[in-house]
């Protein structure tokens, strides 16, 4: 095991571990931060993922979206096992969600876009670096995903204390996100390479 396995995993597990009551503060914390940065992003078009494994919840920020007019987006795992770029499908209080073969939830129905159309991306992460590259749950899906497009969407992800380290050893496939949300506030990765 490379030292990039040993940090994911040691991270999922102390994920899986933390209590719900854990999860909700966070989630709670999570969404009063975004509340005091979200007039410096365009918010049209939103992606965001379906919390699983203990994952900080970004839904009570896609909640509020929504209801101040933002078209938010769940992805979509192709059927295909090779294929490995997402697309988005349009979600809303109706939308019906089915069970993909990773167990995560995705829309049945819905406008499908492809992640260049989306303005601002809420991504997962197991653990985040110092300069924003990220290591996820080592599929590869929202990496290669990215690496397709010719518009980058503002990539933001929420982490818990634990999962922040020194380096994610980013390998040249990697894009690192902008910024992260987290316990004591957002981070502004692109600010930080500016100073």
Known sequence: MNAKQE???????????LPLKDQEIF????????????????LNNVGFYWPTQGEISCLLIVEELIEEGSRCFLPI???NVEER?????????????KVNRFKIPEPQKGVEVSAEKLDLIFVP????DEAGYRIGMGMGFYDITFKEISTQPQLITLAYDFQKIHSCFPEVHDI???????????IDFYSRKAE
């Open 27 to 42: 989630s709670n914390l999570a969404k009063e931060i975004w509340n005091k940065i979200k007039k410096d992003f365009k």
């Open 125 to 128: 992460c197991v653990c985040v």
């Open 77 to 79: 795992v192709s059927q």
């Open 85 to 97: 770029i997402l697309i988005f499908k349009e979600y809303t209080a109706d939308t019906e969600l």
């Open 7 to 17: 940090a994911r995993e040691k991270a999922i597990q102390t994920r899986k571990r």
């Open 176 to 186: 690192p996100t902008h910024g992260a949300i987290t316990p004591a506030g957002y």
